[in-house]
Structures are given as structure tokens and as C-alpha cells.
């Protein structure tokens, strides 16, 4: 049969594709017995532990039955995976394979009808899983039938893309909010912090945040010499014995809130300015840092409250306090200039930062936020990357960061990962 050729390429997670779309032969069905089946439900498919699917109704012969249904390449796995031990898998009724060679039984010894799908699959859908896979020096599995996506297909994708990109960040949220016993202030300081080190220093601006009870911050927000020596002091920018009149200031200042709150920095990791353009050196993002929130108590509140892009630029148009218009280290003076946020990087703060957070707020509060995220986001740039610039390639245009977090969730965790099966552009090809 022309079905076997493809078996060597068969996977577990395809079988799965096939029972839950229904992509195999609806019409006479019937077991490794000689028993008609009837499918009249394919179950809820289950991504934990047990059966795949749950709740299914298949009808067997003349016997109508409820329950789970597992499925295997071959019929033998189920005995490789010890289900015959396992009491999860006593309601199995079907077992689902795609060759069969040997009987199956329950932990009572009972057998269980198997069906072998092999035998009931069209060779097409075998073509176009092998043609998907059969990846050679290609960036993404689908690079050459990308361009022919149906675009009412993508555009509803990138939304499900863009929030699943979203609410990867709800576990670290959870667990900052237990934390900080619920104190969204303190879990936006921790998250504001660790972005405005970029990539290079965003894990050490981190354990500089977690190094700091926020309530220190409340009560320093009000000075912002104050802010700066606790924020460079627990970063570790201030054990140097230096000329330097600021940064002696500084050094004073962070020796008195050391002792007043018992800080400790020993857990915070280094700082790194090499191979970093001097706006981004970690002396100027913590300043900048620092007059953010003493320019905005509660912070939080304020941008919970914004109604629009513009608002979030309005709140962060930031510069760095008087001494760093002329420097960007403590030891050598630069040439004068306001070293204010810009836009673009405004808009990574509300992309991963903000916007996450607004919307794990309105889930706890249960409140509707996603058409106003939509809004934002798509007023926004988009970002330039070599993700974004690949994919513009295979004519996937990106005209605002709605785009861009879509693209990239799209490659990273789909394309990556070879998750062509749960990829709605996946799914599309394998129906041509």
C-alpha cells in the first residue's frame, strides 16, 4: 500500500492531528476485529497527563460507548509506556494506532478494540505531512508555500499568536504578585527594571530590582539623589575610590540607605557596559530609571489609567538626572546632551512590560482589556529584527509591534519547535 512508505516518518503527534480533524476515512470503519465503528465524537483532545482524548463516543458494532481514547504509533506502545499498570487508562474504549502488532489489554486483563488508521487514511494527507517535514537547509518547514497563505487565515493566527506571546509572562507575574503579597507596584518596578537592561544587562538590572524591598523605594521616591545612590549602589557601581565629586555623593548617600534598611547586594550580578553604545550603558538606563519613579508615584495606577499609545509616551518621556548630560561613566565627560527615552524605546517597556502586566490586572479584576491592547500595540512600530526581516522575505509584512510579537512567537515557539500541528498555517497546508 502506498501508505506504508510513510510510515517511517509517522509521529504520535500526527496521529493526533488525524483523529481530532477527522482526517481519515469517516465511512467504513472498522476495527483490527472486523468490527464496524462509528465515530460520533473524537473527545476533548488533552494535553496532560493520561488519555489523549477525553469524553469520546464511539459506536462499536451495535454498542454505543463513552470514554477516553489513547493513542500509538504501534498498538505495542501502549505495553512501552506500562498503561496496563496504570488505573488512568481503565476507561479507555478505543485505541487508536497506526499499525497494529500485538493485542492490547486493560489492567483487568480485559481487551481493548483497536483501530488501525493506516489502513483508512488518504495517501494526500500522508504527502502533504511528509512534504512539510522534509525540511533541507530551509529557515521555516513551510518557507515555500508561506507567501500562499490564506491572509484571513494568518490575520486571525497573528492574534492568538500575539496574546499567547503575552501571557507567557503570567507565571513570572503569579509568582512576583506572591512575592510581593499582591503589590502590582512592586512587581512593575521588578519587571520595569529588568527591561530597561535590555538583553545584555536585563538579568542583572533584575537581581538589582529583587535585591530591594519596593517599599525602600516608596520611601526614596520623593529625592531623586537618593534613588540613584540606592539603585547604582545595590547595582554594584559604587565600590570604587574615585575623584569624583557626584560620584562621592552618591557613594555617601548609598553607605547611610545601606545601613538604614539593611540592604544587601551580594546575589546582584554585574553590570556590563562592553560592546554596548553608550546610551544603553547601564549607568544611564539606571538614572533614567531612577527619575522615572520620582516622577511618578504610584506608577502603576498611572498606567493603568492610560487611554492610549500617546499617554504611555507622555508618562515615559524621560531623561536621566543633571550629572548624566555630561557623562556616561563616572570618569570621563561627554559632550552635552538631554539622554531622554526615545519612542522606540518606549515602546519595548509598554510591549513587555505594560501590556502584560495590564492584562493580567484585568483578568484578576475580570475586565476586558483586549481590544484596547490591539489598539496599542498596532500603533506601535514594529520592531526590526532579524526574525521580522526573515519573515518580511517570505512576504509576511509587519507595519506595527502587533505584527512583529506575532512573528516572532510564530518562530520561536511554532516554527522552531517543528509545532507545524498545532500552527493554523500548519493545519491549512495539511488540508490543500
Request: aromatic share 14%; proline share 3%.
Amino acid at each position: 500500500m502506498p501508505n506504508i512508505f510513510y510510515f517511517s516518518a509517522m509521529q504520535e503527534d500526527f496521529l493526533h492531528y488525524i483523529w481530532k480533524y477527522r482526517k481519515f476515512q469517516i465511512h467504513n470503519l472498522v476495527t483490527v476485529w472486523g468490527e464496524a465503528v462509528t465515530v460520533l465524537s473524537v473527545g476533548e483532545h488533552n494535553f496532560n497527563a493520561g488519555p489523549d482524548f477525553f469524553n469520546a463516543q464511539i459506536k462499536i458494532s451495535e454498542q454505543l460507548w463513552a470514554g477516553n481514547v489513547e493513542i500509538h504509533v504501534k498498538s505495542s506502545d501502549w505495553f512501552l509506556h506500562n498503561h496496563e499498570q496504570d488505573p488512568a487508562y481503565d476507561n479507555v474504549i478505543l485505541h487508536v494506532v497506526w499499525e497494529h502488532d500485538t493485542e492490547i489489554f486493560r489492567k483487568d486483563n480485559t481487551p481493548i478494540p483497536t483501530l488501525a488508521l493506516k489502513d483508512f487514511v488518504d495517501v494526500e494527507v500522508l504527502k502533504n505531512y511528509s512534504k512539510l517535514f522534509a525540511k533541507q537547509n530551509q529557515w521555516i518547514n513551510c518557507e515555500k508555500e508561506f507567501a500562499a497563505i490564506d491572509p484571513f487565515v494568518f490575520s486571525h493566527w497573528k492574534e492568538r499568536l500575539f496574546f499567547e506571546r503575552l501571557e507567557r509572562k503570567s507565571n513570572e507575574i503569579r509568582a512576583l504578585l506572591k512575592a510581593s503579597k499582591n503589590d502590582w507596584e512592586a512587581v512593575l518596578f521588578v519587571m520595569m527594571a529588568k527591561n530597561f537592561g535590555l538583553k545584555v544587562n536585563g538579568e542583572a538590572f533584575l537581581s538589582m530590582a529583587r535585591s530591594i524591598d519596593f517599599s525602600v523605594v516608596r520611601k526614596n521616591q520623593a529625592n531623586l539623589l537618593s534613588l540613584e545612590a540606592l539603585f547604582f549602589g545595590q547595582a554594584g557601581l559604587l565600590n570604587e575610590n574615585l575623584e569624583e565629586v557626584y560620584y562621592n555623593t552618591l557613594k555617601n548617600e548609598y553607605c547611610f540607605l545601606k545601613q538604614k534598611f539593611n540592604l544587601e547586594n551580594k546575589q546582584v550580578m554585574p553590570m556590563q557596559f562592553f560592546r554596548l553604545r553608550p546610551p544603553n550603558f547601564p549607568t544611564i538606563r539606571l538614572s533614567q530609571l531612577a527619575n522615572l519613579y520620582h516622577q511618578n508615584p504610584n506608577l502603576f495606577s498611572k498606567v493603568n489609567e492610560v487611554k492610549n499609545l500617546e499617554g504611555f509616551y507622555e508618562i515615559f518621556s524621560i531623561a536621566t538626572s543633571e550629572y548624566w548630560k555630561t557623562h556616561y561613566t563616572f570618569r570621563k565627560i561627554s559632550k552635552a546632551s538631554r539622554k531622554i527615552l526615545t519612542k522606540s524605546f518606549i515602546d519595548l517597556l509598554v510591549i513587555n512590560t505594560v501590556l502584560p502586566l495590564k492584562l493580567s490586572y484585568a483578568k484578576q479584576k475580570g475586565e476586558e482589556v483586549s481590544e484596547f491592547i490591539i489598539e496599542v500595540a498596532t500603533a506601535m512600530a514594529s520592531e526590526k529584527n532579524s526574525v521580522v526581516e526573515a519573515f518580511k522575505k517570505l512576504k509576511a509584512a509587519s507595519s506595527s509591534a502587533f505584527d512583529s510579537q506575532s512573528l516572532i512567537q510564530l518562530k520561536t515557539m511554532y516554527c522552531d519547535k517543528s509545532k507545524c500541528l498545532q500552527c493554523a498555517i500548519g493545519n491549512q497546508l495539511l488540508a490543500k
